[in-house]
């Protein structure tokens, strides 16, 4: 399982480096220090919390003045595979961004849970509401 740094999870997380250190001090985001005394969150640890956070954020009803950018960096929260078709969800801060593709495709890139991945949205109509 891929682990990533405090500065890597900060960007995943779409928050500071020092939030997540506070966070890791308040024993919400588990930790481990590797040789060199570095943070490290592992990779399922850190998807199981963005997807924590992601509903916190719904639920908090924070209004949005902004729109997203078209590539949402993440981490993969779960995969789902059929026979021929896959599902995968990525957790981009608060962003639950949900991919329907092919199996083959899921296997030829080596996605599982934990892994950090960038869903790519393109779409001929796009609809932008200001809270």
Known sequence: MRSYTTQQA???LGVSTDTVRR???AGRVPTRRDEGGRRLVDGAD????AVELGQQSGDAGEE???TARNAFPG???AVK???VAAQVEIQAGPHRLVSLLTREAVE???LEVGMEAVARVKSTNVHIDRA
């Open 10 to 12: 900060a960007r995943l």
């Open 23 to 25: 966070w890791a001090d």
């Open 46 to 49: 850190l998807a199981a919390f």
């Open 64 to 66: 949005s003045y902004t």
């Open 75 to 77: 981490i993969i929260t």
């Open 81 to 83: 595979l059929g026979d």
């Open 108 to 110: 030829e890139l080596g």
